[in-house]
């Protein structure tokens, strides 16, 4: 397939090559279309239910992930994000794509603990063993499969002491496990410490299941990329994007920024696939504020290649939670074909770092405008009523005057009709 050309086509001849190559079923199709979601569905899903709202899902393509070609499906409002995912995995297609590695999906159940004696660290410590066997229960069938609590720490935080559980959650996300597994430890560690518990709950700050990812953009390539828009030189565009990484190294405010690029295609695959984008989102800015630094990291090989790094939290899952109640996540996960947790999160991380580089990418040249507006063109001409062949003619129109307006839009629609 010519991605190029995929975007290109209308929409029922997309959905008909997904569903080949993925063998999605005619129902399952049907629910693409239709963003299904049944109001019985909704209503178990969250509270005080009235209907539910859709986002337009994309497919990021061009991404190879060690060694694995994937379509990447993408549910996000935001115009440019799915172009600009799918140019940085083609940009670096011709070295190998992503190269990616996950850890296990060891997850940290927090307990704390006041009015503790003068021994109990040493005391939990020494009932590791009868923790653990409080922890997993025999007819879990996450413990079944190999989950459940392997070690745990402990720490002091001001006054109390703070247990952390370390639990494998295996392909799940975690969270209900984790919650039900210290709310059962919690009376045994009051006994163990002879304190009082105060909280039990899990943290969204999963140092413990990191990944990472890293790619090398052939500077050849990356000149060549900008061939048609202007004239810009491979050694100035890798010192530019190097220059532009430095920059939220330094200063807070555009860290801030460059982080949002990141994680705008990792939210749009967890949102896609069910998962909870909030937590992953705030394990990835604790966990950023935790090392005083970014996330991700640019520098010129010895080549004068570019050569780009991430490494993350996160705690995604393929089982339970939203992944199996809303069918769209499940057929989204189809489309993605990965067999595992990590396997998801070596995806999302190479697709984080993949926008982070189309953000810098073009922030060092062009500027972010320019590509944007020609997509927000689009959206101005629907919002002035225009349809069918009339969007993309007035969306040209409005790009070749660099005046995208919806008062504009109106003005030219009526002109050629």
């Known amino acids: 397939m010519d991605w190029k050309k995929f975007r290109d086509l209308p929409i029922e001849e997309r959905l008909r090559y997904v569903q080949e190559k993925c063998g999605l079923s005619d129902e399952e199709v049907r629910m693409l279309r239709g963003g299904f979601l049944d109001e019985d569905t909704a209503n178990h899903m969250i509270e005080n239910v009235i209907g539910s709202i859709k986002l337009p899902i994309g497919i990021a393509t061009n991404f190879v992930v060690n060694g694995k070609e994937y379509l990447i499906p993408m549910a996000i409002e935001e115009s440019s994000v799915v172009a600009a995912a799918s140019n940085a995995a083609k940009l670096c297609r011709g070295s190998g794509g992503f190269a990616a590695e996950a850890d296990d999906s060891i997850m940290i159940g927090q307990i704390f ?25 025999a007819d879990s069938t996450l413990v079944a499969s190999g989950g459940g609590m392997e070690d745990l720490e402990v720490r002091e935080v001001g006054d109390r002491l703070c247990v952390h559980l370390l639990i494998d959650v295996k392909d799940a996300m975690g969270a209900n496990f984790v919650n039900s597994t210290v709310e059962r430890v919690a009376p045994l560690l009051e006994e163990i410490t002879g304190g009082k518990v105060v909280l039990k709950i899990l943290s969204n700050l999963a140092v413990y299941r990191k990944v990472r990812a890293k790619a090398v953009w052939d500077k050849g390539f990356l000149e060549e990329s900008f061939k048609e828009s202007g004239d810009y030189k491979a050694e100035d565009i890798v010192n530019g994007i190097i ?6 190294k330094e200063d807070p405010y555009r860290r801030a920024t460059h982080n ?7 939210d749009a695959l967890m949102i896609a696939t069910g998962n909870d984008w909030r937590a992953i989102e705030s394990g990835v800015h604790a966990y950023s504020m935790l090392t005083g630094g970014l996330l991700t990291r640019f520098s010129a090989t010895a080549e004068g290649n570019l050569e780009g790094f991430i490494e993350i939290p996160l705690a995604a899952g393929i089982v339970g939670g939203a992944t199996k109640i809303n069918p769209v996540a499940q057929v989204c996960l189809k489309i993605l074909g990965v067999k595992s947790a990590k396997e998801l999160a070596c995806v999302a991380a190479s697709v984080g770092l993949a926008n982070n580089f189309a953000a810098l990418r073009v922030l060092s040249t062009e500027g972010v405008q320019r590509g944007h507006m020609k997509l927000h063109a689009t959206n101005i001409a629907h919002m002035a009523g225009a349809n069918g062949r009339n969007i993309e003619r007035v969306a040209q129109i409005m790009i070749q005057e660099k005046k995208i307006s919806v008062a504009r839009a109106k003005e030219i629609l009526e002109e050629i009709i």
């Not at 220059?243 to 939220?248: F, Q, T």
Request: aromatic residues 6%.
């Open 113 to 137: 603990i006041r009015d503790f004696d003068s021994r109990a660290t040493d005391r939990i410590i020494a009932e590791k063993d009868r923790i653990r066997r409080e922890a997993n229960p």
């Open 243 to 248: 220059e532009l990484w430095n920059i939220a």
């Open 260 to 266: 949002k690029g990141m994680m705008n295609g990792i």
